[in-house]
């Protein structure tokens, strides 16, 4: 059988969730969540049958995705409610595979099987999955969140966003974990993700650009391949973003708020990487034809790993 896994940014809403469970897929990879609804836990609970489309839906441990089970206090007294409140999930949505959650805790330099260090808030979630069939190995499957920061409030700055790239390589460091060869055919690593930067550019800026590389250089210099999505597999913007080459083959999978999967345009945010060798078995597209998009802001990536 092929394992199917989905990659969602769910920007902390419901009815992605709902659409999940209508979904033949194995494993959701998701970013920006939370729990999910009440009425969803009540129809997996209630054990419908597949043919009214409702798997067996498991987000895993709290501790495997919340970082307040093994982050510090330090945050109480400044006024925030939580010290997040939106996460990476990987979430088993069929009876087909079996999920072995890692459990999350500071980096420490050492462990248990179980566990993964985690070296940034909100930004990783990672289990084993294992077809129950045995038609596929199992692999590491490892959803991202390359969560916003900024600078120093010591330093005088106009980057009012902030940047993505500091997270994205605390994911790197943290994925590492996982690697203990230099031949990354030993490994079977699954990672995706809205990691919040351009592949290709900078839009327009030539040290943002340098910035953007170095995060697929450093996932390159791992061992894990980076398999898209791109074209044809998803739909190109109408309009190149800034500073994108005219030869890009990005696709699509975010829309800005005042806008719609109709009128999205020049933003790919949301990639996958698999281990090199083990990414010969995995395809991976965009689901961002309009009729297809999904209730997010970002769309669907569709990853398939075939077996043999």
């Known amino acids: 059988m092929a394992v199917t896994v989905v990659s969602w940014n769910i920007d902390k809403s419901h009815e992605p969730w709902r659409e999940l469970i209508q979904m033949d897929a194995d494993v959701a990879l ?21 043919a009214e489309g409702v798997g067996p839906l498991d987000i ?64 990783i979630a990672a289990a084993r999955v294992t077809p129950k069939d045995d038609s596929i190995e199992p692999f590491i499957a490892v959803s991202m969140y390359g969560r916003w920061s900024g600078p120093h409030p010591s330093v005088k700055t ?14 790197i460091s943290d994925l590492s974990a996982f690697i203990g060869h230099e031949n ?12 919040n930067i351009a592949f290709g550019h900078g839009f327009g800026v030539p040290y943002w650009e340098a910035r953007h590389r170095s995060v697929f250089e450093r996932m390159a210099a791992i061992g894990l391949e980076f398999i898209g999505p791109q074209m044809p597999d998803g739909r190109q913007a109408k309009t190149l973003a ?42 991976v597209r965009a689901m ?17 790993i075939a077996d043999g």
């Not at 009876?95 to 500071?106: A, P």
């Not at 106009?158 to 994911?171: E, K, L, P, T």
């Not at 079977?188 to 809205?194: F, W």
């Not at 961002?288 to 970002?298: I, L, P, R, T």
């Open 184 to 195: 990354s055919r030993t490994h079977r690593i699954l990672a995706a993700g809205d990691i």
């Open 30 to 50: 998701l970013q920006e969540a939370t729990p999910p609804p009440d009425d969803v836990v009540r129809q997996r609970d209630a054990a419908l049958p597949p």
């Open 158 to 171: 106009s980057w009012n966003v902030g940047y993505a790239d500091a997270s994205v390589h605390r994911i």
């Open 242 to 283: 800034t500073g994108e080459p005219e030869d890009s083959q990005n696709v699509v999978t975010y829309h800005l708020r005042n806008r719609n999967p109709a009128t999205a345009s020049n933003n790919q945010l949301d990639y996958a990487f698999a281990s090199h060798g083990f990414h010969e078995s995995v395809e």
């Open 60 to 123: 895993g441990p709290r501790d495997a995705w919340d970082s307040h089970s093994w982050n510090s206090d330090w945050w109480h007294g400044r006024g925030w409610r939580a010290l997040y409140d939106r996460w990476p999930m990987v979430v088993r949505l069929s009876d087909r595979v079996e999920v072995e959650w890692f459990k999350q805790i500071s980096p420490v330099g050492g462990g248990e099987p179980d566990e993964i260090e985690v070296s940034g808030f909100g930004t």
């Open 288 to 304: 961002n034809a309009v009729e297809e998009w999904g209730a997010s802001d970002h769309c669907r990536l569709l990853i398939e």
